[in-house]
């Protein structure tokens, strides 16, 4: 099988380079075009499998900040992250032992965080339990759980900064 490349034709030498010219300008314009298309399809799935929002209240600029955190947790760490708000009760999904699930149902007062062995283990059971006490479970009385949220996932990512500084400087 042979591949028929397009000739390039000009009454003159420079009237051909500008076709040329003109031409890959083209090509390289509808390479560009997919490559950004396809980086907007990959962060519109990251951002649909990170943050499930049955409420619709998390702003757009809310769930970019999540999908912000499951990006660093995932480079870093290499772990997963889902975050799921419902309007009603809640069934936890099948997670693997990589995943990181933070549950609200906002109407009905309801929080679970699960966390990975590895990271349950190196947060520990006090912090973990008070993410929830401190954070979520008063926010829904409030009204204010996405900051919440946010909130949460800053302290998440402190507290494993600070314990991977202690591991580095021993």
């Known amino acids: 099988m042979r591949i028929n490349i397009p000739r390039v034709h000009g009454s003159t030498p420079k009237e051909k380079l500008v076709r040329t010219l003109a ?3 083209v090509f390289a314009a509808v390479i560009w075009a997919f490559m950004k298309n396809n980086e907007h399809v990959v962060e519109v799935l990251n ?27 995932r480079d870093k760490w290499g772990m997963e992250c889902r975050i799921q708000v419902y309007g009603g009760d809640f069934v936890v999904p099948d997670l693997d032992d990589k995943t990181m ?3 609200l149902a906002p109407a009905i007062g309801v ?7 590895l990271m349950r283990k190196a ?5 973990i339990e008070s993410l ?3 954070f ?3 926010s829904f009385e409030a009204g204010d759980w996405p ?15 600070s314990l991977n500084k202690e591991n580095s400087s021993e």
């Open 23 to 25: 031409l890959i300008l």
């Open 47 to 73: 951002q649909a499998s990170a943050v499930y929002d049955e409420t619709g209240v998390l702003t757009k600029d809310q769930k970019k900040m999540i999908v912000s955190f499951t990006g660093a947790l």
């Open 101 to 103: 699930y933070m549950g």
């Open 111 to 117: 929080a679970e965080l699960r966390f990975p062995p």
């Open 123 to 127: 947060l520990g059971p006090q912090f």
């Open 132 to 134: 929830k006490t401190t």
């Open 136 to 138: 979520l479970l008063p």
């Open 147 to 161: 900051m919440a949220i946010q909130e949460v996932l800053v302290e998440i990512l402190k507290k494993l900064d």
